[in-house]
Nanobody
Framework: QVQLLESGGGLVQAGGSLRLSCAAS????????VGWFRQAPGKERAFVGG????????YYADSVKGRFTISRDDAKKTAYLQMNSLKPEDTAVYYC?????????????????WGQGTQVTVSS
């Protein structure tokens, strides 16, 4: 069993930055790949990016590539989503999720555990 807790969301102006954290408790965090997803009002949950279990490979949706960076610190059992050059269309609830495996999946049903989500609002 793994519990995930996201933090770091908030209100920011367009062009600004936020860093989301995903703190894990429970089983060995380093055994999991981590994914970040987001869900905007009226839209389906969408893959934002992910990092593999060893932390040496990251993957991003085209919409965030070059602006967002995912990292992990297994000693702290925490993953991060650094978001720069934020746009109003980045407004959503952001979720972290983990799957027991070495690779990242883009489908949300591949993930084993989810956090509760954190709201990110980008004003124009």
């Amino acid at each position: 069993q793994v519990q995930l807790l996201e933090s770091g969301g908030g209100l920011v102006q367009a062009g600004g930055s936020l860093r989301l954290s995903c703190a894990a408790s429970g089983r060995t965090f380093s055994s999991y790949a981590v994914g970040w997803f987001r869900q905007a009002p009226g839209k389906e949950r969408a893959f934002v990016g992910g990092i593999n279990w060893s932390g040496d490979r990251t993957y991003y949706a085209d919409s965030v590539k070059g602006r967002f960076t995912i990292s992990r610190d297994d000693a702290k059992k925490t993953a991060y989503l650094q978001m720069n050059s934020l746009k109003p269309e980045d407004t959503a609830v952001y979720y972290c999720a983990v799957l027991l495996g070495i690779v990242v999946a883009t489908r949300d049903d591949a993930y084993d555990y989810w956090g509760q989500g954190t709201q990110v609002t980008v004003s124009s």
